[in-house]
């Protein structure tokens, strides 16, 4: 607990807190804190959570949010639209990948890729291919509140997110406008 204890001043620092401002967010005194940043005392177990606790909930206003994120233009494509459609669309617009509407809701996702592998083995039937036959599961849709620690997680393993409040699509973050936002 030592080691983490050594951790309060750069914290606080780095959220431009002084030690008074510390103290009242955490329920503690400023001479606590003091001292513990001095390393005269080690405090209870209940008032280090405390302090730490006050920290957490810093660093989580400061996080960067889906919404500060996202692109707000999003391009949809149909499922019963042609692969050829999805592929001017994809240039026209310079995207990569496009969420695909079934009935109105997110239901696959276009990527190049996707296209590459659809029509690797007919590539005279690109007019006719469907995008329901060839695009992958959907995305996963994330609320506007999703911290960057969670999108950089999950675009681990997914070319987008889709962003969405009250169950309507907000937005898209793509590795590449994640890359951009990031200073």
């Given at each position: 607990m030592i080691q983490e204890l050594d951790k309060i001043k750069r914290m606080r620092k780095k959220h431009n807190l002084n030690?008074?401002?510390?103290?009242?967010?955490?329920?503690?005194?400023q001479s606590l804190i003091a001292k513990i940043e001095a390393?005269?005392?080690?405090?209870?177990f209940s008032k280090a959570q405390q302090i730490f606790h006050a920290l957490e909930e810093m660093r989580e206003k400061k996080e960067r949010k889906a919404n500060e994120l996202m692109n707000k233009i999003v391009v949809f494509v149909k499922n019963n639209d042609t692969v050829k459609e999805s592929v001017k669309i994809m240039k026209k617009k310079g995207i990569s990948?496009?969420?695909?509407l079934c009935k109105g809701k997110v239901c696959g996702l276009i990527t190049e890729g996707t296209i590459i592998k659809g029509i690797t083995n007919n590539p005279e039937k690109i007019n006719i291919?469907?995008?329901?036959?060839?695009?992958?599961?959907?995305?996963?849709i994330i609320s506007v509140n999703t911290g960057i620690k969670t999108v950089l997680e999950l675009l681990k393993d997914n070319p987008v997110l889709l962003v969405a409040e009250k169950g309507e699509i907000q937005g898209i973050i793509s590795k590449s406008d994640l890359l951009e936002k990031i200073e």
């Open positions: 030690q008074k401002e510390l103290a009242k967010k955490a329920g503690v005194s390393g005269t005392i080690e405090p209870s990948q496009m969420p695909v291919i469907k995008v329901n036959d060839i695009m992958e599961d959907a995305p996963p």
